[in-house]
Structures are given as structure tokens and as C-alpha cells.
């Protein structure tokens, strides 16, 4: 079974930068599209990026279209996620997730595997 671990969340100022990090072990990440997802207190898990497995489909959320980019390794069988110009509205638990597909639909029912999560925060 697939493990993900996801690092690179913290406290951040509005306006300022981070980038997270997804590691697999147990399998190849390379057979999988990956994706972020988040979920703040109080709403539901939310779709913000996926990228396919080869890394030439690219889909995000509106909201993050400009200021976010997903990227992966392969060879380092790791996934990152640059946030650029963060907001308030941003600060959520960021999930990665091994998923079927790479679409702009894609959902909590296209995953194989979950990681556990790494808080961001942005202060405003």
C-alpha cells in the first residue's frame, strides 16, 4: 500500500510564499495522477490541483489559478505544490492524494491514497 507524506506547512503571512511537498513510499508515485486537495474548519474537503502522471495535464481550482503550481519528481517519487501570493482564505489542511485520474473533476472518489494532512495557515 501507498504511504504519502506531506511536509511544508507553517504559518505564513498574506502575500508571502511555501511549498509542500508529497513523498510516496511502497509504490511508484509515476503510476498515479496526484493531487491537492484542502479543507478548512467547518467546509468540505475541497479540489485545489492535480497534475497527471507523465505531468502534461494540469488542472487547478479558479481560486488558485495563477498563484499556485503543482509540479512532481518522479525520479524522487515526490509531488510539490508552490503557493505563491497566499491569503487568508487559503489557510486549510493540505492533502495529497494518489488519484485515477487528472481532471478538473476530480474528487474524493477518484483516490487510491490519502496523506495525513499538513496544516497552512496565512495571517493576514
Known amino acids: 500500500q501507498m504511504q504519502l507524506v506531506e511536509s511544508g506547512g507553517g504559518l505564513v503571512q498574506a502575500g508571502g510564499s511555501l511549498r509542500l511537498s508529497c513523498a510516496a513510499s511502497?509504490?511508484?508515485?509515476?503510476?498515479?495522477?496526484v493531487g491537492w486537495f484542502r479543507q478548512a474548519p467547518g467546509k468540505e474537503r475541497e479540489f485545489v490541483a492535480v497534475?497527471?502522471?507523465?505531468?502534461?495535464?494540469?488542472y487547478y481550482r479558479d481560486s488558485v489559478k495563477g498563484r499556485f503550481t503543482i509540479s512532481r519528481d518522479n525520479a524522487r517519487n515526490t509531488v510539490y505544490l508552490q503557493m505563491n501570493s497566499v491569503k487568508p482564505e487559503d489557510t486549510a489542511v493540505y492533502y495529497c492524494?494518489?488519484?485515477?485520474?487528472?481532471?478538473?473533476?476530480?474528487?474524493?472518489?477518484?483516490?487510491?491514497?490519502w496523506g495525513q494532512g499538513t496544516q497552512v495557515t496565512v495571517s493576514s
Open positions: 511502497g509504490r511508484t508515485l509515476s503510476t498515479y495522477s
Open positions: 492524494a494518489a488519484t485515477y485520474i487528472a481532471s478538473s473533476e476530480v474528487n474524493a472518489n477518484d483516490v487510491d491514497s
Open positions: 497534475i497527471s502522471r507523465g505531468g502534461t495535464r494540469i
